[in-house]
């Protein structure tokens, strides 16, 4: 998953617009988890684990990587912890091939953060993965017993 930004008409423009942000105040986000009957979640294509309810920081700065795409640049941001600004936005991003849950999370006050072009997807440095209810894994359980007990005809 990649976070790209707005177009900008040069390069220079683009560096100079497409900065990280200071969060100056806890925002609430949402991240989508490949998860499994165990409860095991982990980020959906590089496969890294999480845990509910710890702080993970990355590290390092956000790295953004210029690029030209037409007559326009971008800048495109592929590490840090990739999130939605709105659940409803969240849910409407099909992953396919595996059984995912929607977590509220916080990036917490002072962390370094990118909003992609259209401002729905969300990149930082630091990440509070938030609380599952137990109504959300009930319901989550529920939903992949039904599906793991409906027998595929032979010829599938």
Known sequence: MCLTSKTYRT????????????ARKDLKVYKKFKIDESFDFTSPL?????????TYELGSKLKIYFSKDDDKWIGVVYEGFHSYKDREYAENQVLIGFDELIVECTIPRGAMY???????????TVIKI????????KKFLKDLNFRNSRQLPLWV
């Open 130 to 137: 938030g609380r599952v209810h137990w109504r959300e894994k």
């Open 114 to 124: 990118l909003r992609s072009g259209d401002g729905q997807e969300i990149v930082s």
């Open 46 to 54: 590089r496969g890294f684990s999480y845990v509910e309810n710890k």
């Open 11 to 22: 390069r220079t423009e683009a560096r100079k617009n497409f900065v990280p942000i200071m």
